[in-house]
């Protein structure tokens, strides 16, 4: 396992950097908005318009952590089913599942980690500036589009271990018809009731993965 | 493991599938559905209404008379009177009344109800504003309250409690009988209109307080509910004629008016009327209102006598009959599952099965 997720880690890295580095700044960029705003037009205003006109601020990293998921498993797992590299994955002494599910929960925790230091850069300045109240709208809206990453890495993680090119067509469609769900709406709080639901059907759909790797692994083709 | 993938997969397959092609469905075969303008007027005692026609707009009343585009505008004098006035025609008198288009401005008011803002979750956040500042125009205030075990003000430069304003109005509201936490809240946090009458507030033994700042002062005051009456929504509606304060509607979907000087409910003679599931639109002067109710499936407009809020007349519109297309998609699609609905902004999966 822990050879595993320090090949992970060699092939990652550098994305890990990335991706940490462009969505902490596209957060500072929002922040910086409202300390704009603030300046310009006083802390009324920017409260005025979160109470009566739905504003969070934050719109702009709407489809990031989406992005973020899609690209995380891209570059995991494309050199892996590119060059065939799984098979060696597949055939080393460790459980198949293991094997994957190590690969998978490395990803997760990849982007934990990113997800995790958005949040925290995000609530630490808005803490400061707005009442709970306003700081938990922000947070919950938030929640749906980070979420939305985790499951864009699951699926596109589904897509690209899947052997055969008709299948990953469908899976395609369904990945793009599951995320859909998670764009909805742009009002703030609306998914809050759904929310528990979301989540739980995220942690389930890591098991789709493992399917396309018994594919794989049957030798299934176009 | 691969056979909980598989189920898993077949599950989501088959939710996509009856949420989306019921959708596309939907899409392709929806027809215009169009009901005239219409309104209650007090010259004619009927429903007039414009209707949309190849050759451009009719003017009718529920007769089926026609008038020309100058008649329409004399029988509903106080909603054309800007109209009338511009070429002199405006009556001088009209059911005993002197009228001035000063009179008619400030008797004239439109309010909306949308169960989409009823069924919008609240922030907990509400701005107080000054009601009796000596200004013309109002102004946002610095600081915001919450209602949670006391009446909390925030000031929004500093993000901290303002321990002094919390105390004095949350005493004034205990004083008065007020219990907390507060079950809900009826405002119209804006500096954009004529005058400000603060929050319409339930507390948790369900009785109705009228809370407003005068002169930086809390103003509180409790408001005596009628028996069997259990406030569900309130709606403030200020406007200028200052005769209502509020619009309300109870557990068994009745609809009141508050008045503002006595503080007395006055039920208006419509049926059941549910904000969370219906939108209304009343158009109202100082003779009568036409209360417009729409459930989605029908649209029933309602002329209320402005001075006993009884009903005159009423009219119904019902959804025109689905086309076949529509009919043979109900049968195409037994099942299916949307997660928008045209009531509520809230995302969650929700059914509809047309076979039962």
């Given at each position: 396992m822990k050879a595993l997720f320090y090949k992970e880690w060699i092939k990652t890295r550098w994305f890990f950097l990335a991706a940490a580095l462009v969505s902490l700044t596209l957060c500072e960029y929002c922040l910086l908005n409202i300390s704009r705003i603030t300046e310009l037009k006083g802390a009324v205003h920017v409260w005025e318009v979160m109470l009566t006109r739905d504003a969070i601020f934050i719109q702009l990293i709407r489809f990031v952590p989406f992005l973020i998921g899609i690209l995380a498993s891209l570059v995991q797992f494309v050199p892996e089913m590119q060059q065939k590299r799984i098979k060696l994955t597949l055939h080393l002494p460790y459980s198949q599942n293991k094997s994957i599910g190590t690969m998978l929960l490395f990803g997760i925790l990849l982007l934990t980690i990113i997800f995790f230091l958005n949040f925290l850069f995000l609530i630490v300045y808005l803490n400061q500036v707005f009442a709970l109240e306003l700081v938990s709208r922000i947070i919950l809206t938030a929640f749906v589009w980070y979420l939305a990453g985790f499951l864009s890495y699951l699926l596109t993680t589904w897509i690209c271990l899947e052997p055969t090119w008709k299948r990953r067509m469908i899976n395609l469609l369904i990945a793009v018809a599951l995320l859909r769900v998670f764009f909805l709406?742009?009002?703030?709080?609306?998914y809050n009731t759904f929310l528990p639901f979301m989540v739980l059907y995220t942690v389930i759909v890591s098991i789709l993965p493992l399917w396309s790797v018994q594919r794989f692994k049957d030798g299934t083709q176009d | 493991m691969i056979r909980f993938s598989k189920i898993v997969f077949t599950i989501t397959v088959t939710l996509l599938i009856i949420w989306i092609l019921p959708w596309c469905y939907q899409f392709l075969t929806t027809t215009k559905t169009d009901t005239p303008f219409t309104l209650y007027s007090g010259v004619i005692n009927d429903f007039a209404f414009i209707e949309h026609a190849d050759k451009g707009l009719t003017y009718k009343d529920v007769k089926n008379q026609v008038y020309s585009e100058h008649e329409f505008d004399s029988i509903l004098p106080l909603f054309f009177y800007r109209q009338l006035l511009s070429e002199e025609?405006?009556?001088?008198?009209?059911f005993g009344v002197d009228l001035t288009p000063r009179l008619i401005q400030t008797e004239n008011f439109n309010f909306r109800i949308d169960p989409n803002a009823v069924n919008t979750p609240s922030i907990g956040l509400y701005p107080l504003l000054e009601?009796?500042?000596?200004?013309v125009d109002l102004e946002m205030p610095d600081d915001v309250f919450r209602l949670s075990e006391r009446m909390e003000f925030i000031d929004?430069?500093?993000?901290?409690?303002n321990e002094f304003k919390t105390n004095v109005f949350t005493q004034m509201l205990q004083k008065k009988g007020f219990k907390f936490p507060a079950k809900s809240i009826a405002g119209n946090p804006t500096d954009r209109k004529e005058y400000d009458e603060g929050y319409l507030i339930l507390d948790a033994e369900h009785n109705l307080f009228h809370v407003k700042q005068v002169k930086r002062r809390p103003y509180v005051r409790k408001i005596e509910i009628p028996k069997q009456v259990l406030v569900q929504h309130m709606f403030l509606t200020e406007f200028k004629n200052r005769k209502f304060l509020a619009f309300v509607s109870d557990s068994q979907q009745r609809f009141w008016v508050l008045e503002t000087q006595t503080y007395t409910f006055k039920q208006v003679d419509i049926p059941s009327f549910d904000p969370a599931c219906m939108s209304m639109s009343i158009i109202g002067n100082m003779f009568d209102w036409t209360i417009i109710v729409n459930d989605g499936k029908t649209k029933r407009y309602f002329a209320i006598d402005a001075s006993n809020y009884h009903c005159i007349k009423s009219l119904t519109y019902e959804e025109p009959e689905l086309t076949p297309m529509q009919k043979f998609g109900l049968y195409l699609f037994p099942i299916q599952l949307y997660f928008t609905e045209p009531t509520s902004p809230l995302i969650f999966p929700r059914w509809t099965l047309s076979w039962f």
């Open positions: 709406s742009e009002t703030p709080e609306v | 025609r405006l009556p001088n008198r009209l009601s009796m500042s000596g200004r929004i430069e500093t993000n901290a409690i």
